[in-house]
Nanobody, 125 residues
Framework: QVRLEEFGGGSVQVGGSLRLSCAAS????????MAWYRQFPGQEREGVAT???????NYADSVKGRFTISQYKVNSILYLQMDSLRPDDTAMYYC???????????????????WGKGTQVTVSS
């Protein structure tokens, strides 16, 4: 059973940086996609970035040039480096995973089977 657990959320000032981590256990698909989503209060989760088993990445336009998704396959850890943070980045951030190639980064969250419980990121001015 795949389990995902996020780490690294917290509070930061505008322009600051945070790095989120997601520890994945039992992710044994030969081809897989991992993603970061975020959710604003009262809204659906939205895709932030994706990475597949071949390290191909995609980003939402709102985070391009500021966020970097990466993975350390040996330890099955997914990262999201977030730089130049803005107040509108404040959200709950979730790690997601599924077998197969990544859908478009804007794909609705139901396209992923496995989810972590999320970690809060708060950016204050």
């Amino acid at each position: 059973q795949v389990r995902l657990e996020e780490f690294g959320g917290g509070s930061v000032q505008v322009g600051g940086s945070l790095r989120l981590s997601c520890a994945a256990s039992s992710l044994t698909y030969p081809v897989y996609c991992m993603a970061w989503y975020r959710q604003f209060p009262g809204q659906e989760r939205e895709g932030v970035a994706t990475i597949d088993s071949d390290d191909r990445t995609n980003y939402a336009d709102s985070v391009k040039g500021r966020f970097t998704i990466s993975q350390y396959k040996v330890n099955s850890i997914l990262y999201l480096q977030m730089d130049s943070l803005r107040p509108d980045d404040t959200a709950m951030y979730y790690c997601a995973a599924d077998s197969g190639r990544c859908p478009d980064v804007s794909a609705r969250s139901f396209q992923y089977v496995h989810w972590g419980k999320g970690t809060q990121v708060t950016v204050s001015s």
